[in-house]
């Protein structure tokens, strides 16, 4: 599938170079998608077909063991898998969260990194699934929280 310029795609490249053009750039995405916000995460990578995706343990998203939540990581994985669709999803398609599975592989005890990535879009006229592995790992480089995404993904319907 051929893909065509993406404007969150073309507003990373503007910003990511420039001096806290990450984090304003998640800013921003966390603006049109406010409940993001609330893990305070930070894109570190982002392209077709993959995403990064930093957030720090904190107070606000630890469980009653002290570790990050498991919602805070499957709201991480969301973020992650989302954008990463929508930049990889070509502009003549649309894509929507249609189920995620997780696994919870090991305590989340310190800051994490969210990776997000996917093979090649689908070209079914009447939609199919499009599934986004979403891998989450320590700063000790173990991987804690797996997560599949299942986005939906459908040719845009032409405007009358």
Known sequence: ??????????????????????????????????????????FDTLEPGRASVRMGKRRAVHNHIGTVHAIAMCNMAELAGGVMTDVTVPSTHRWIPKGMTVEYLAKAETDLLATASAGDVPDAPEGQDYPVQVDVTDTRGTTVFRAVITMWVTPKRERA
Request: aromatic fraction near 12%; include cysteine.
């Open 1 to 42: 599938m051929t893909r065509t310029s993406n404007r969150v795609l073309d507003l990373w490249h503007r910003m990511a170079a420039k001096p806290g053009g990450k984090w304003l750039f998640t800013r921003l995405i966390c603006l049109r998608a406010p409940y993001f916000a609330t893990i305070r995460p930070t």
